[in-house]
């Protein structure tokens, strides 16, 4: 069955430094990944996806993703963070039809 | 352009009784999906309209929900009666069809809390 994982439930940095959050994914062929940011009241906003092309995709707010097929991993990350970047991160994928597949999510803590 | 738009963003409610939640998608989007979140765990797809006919229901817990978009426009999901299991966050998201491209846009969600 498909599934993504998101090893990491809680991760906390300081701000300014550099963060990678991991998905994995289970799937036979490669699928369309997404990853979104969900901040306090609000709803999912789209950071960067990846269909076909270039493995590695530069998303919105600095953020960038790598797809490794080999390793069925799709993992976010941004160089600096900034205390804004404090959220709920979630991987997605769809398998070639319309329903997107959720990791757990990833809570982002960033102190000052 | 308004992006979608969810109401309430909170329902608070007792056990057995009804609820009615609210989607309006981005206006001309034919794709409307749900979903929900319950509590620690991932966001699970719940149903998919192409304009008012439902695509996929395969995702809907059990026949105390049910979901509608008359005409093609806004969608409602209702759960009746409620159960203290239903409580989650419920999301709602819209695409258009365009194809290879599997983009959704989501709303805030509203969140459901059965007690």
């Known amino acids: 069955a498909q599934s993504v994982t998101q090893p990491d439930i809680h991760i906390t940095v300081s701000e300014g430094a550099s963060l990678e959050l991991r998905c994995n994914y289970s799937?036979?062929?490669?699928?369309?990944l997404f990853w979104y940011v969900q901040s306090p009241g609000q709803g999912l906003q789209l950071l960067l996806k990846?269909?076909?092309?270039?493995?590695l995709v530069q998303g919105i707010k600095g953020f960038e993703a790598e797809f490794k097929r080999s390793q069925s991993s799709f993992n976010l990350r941004k160089p600096s963070v900034h205390w804004s970047d404090a959220a709920e991160y979630f991987c997605?994928?769809?398998?070639?039809?319309?329903?997107?597949?959720f990791g757990t999510g990833t809570r982002l803590k960033v102190l000052a | 352009e308004a992006g979608v738009t969810q109401f309430p963003s909170h329902s608070v409610i007792e056990k057995g009784q009804t609820v009615t939640l609210r989607c309006d998608p981005i206006s001309g989007h034919d794709n409307l999906y749900w979903y929900r979140r319950v509590m620690g765990k991932e966001i699970k797809f719940l149903l998919h309209?192409?304009?008012?006919?439902?695509?996929?229901e395969s995702g809907m817990p059990n026949n105390r929900f049910l979901a509608e978009r008359t005409g093609g426009t806004y969608s409602t999901l209702k759960v009746q009666p409620a159960e203290l299991e239903d409580s989650g966050v419920y999301f709602c998201a819209s695409s258009q069809d365009r194809g290879g491209d599997y983009e959704q846009y989501f709303g805030p969600g509203t969140r459901l809390t059965v007690t």
């Open positions: 309209f192409v304009k008012e006919s439902k695509q996929d």
């Open positions: 997605a994928v769809v398998p070639l039809t319309y329903k997107y597949i």
């Open positions: 990846y269909f076909s092309g270039d493995t």
């Open positions: 799937y036979g062929a490669t699928p369309y």
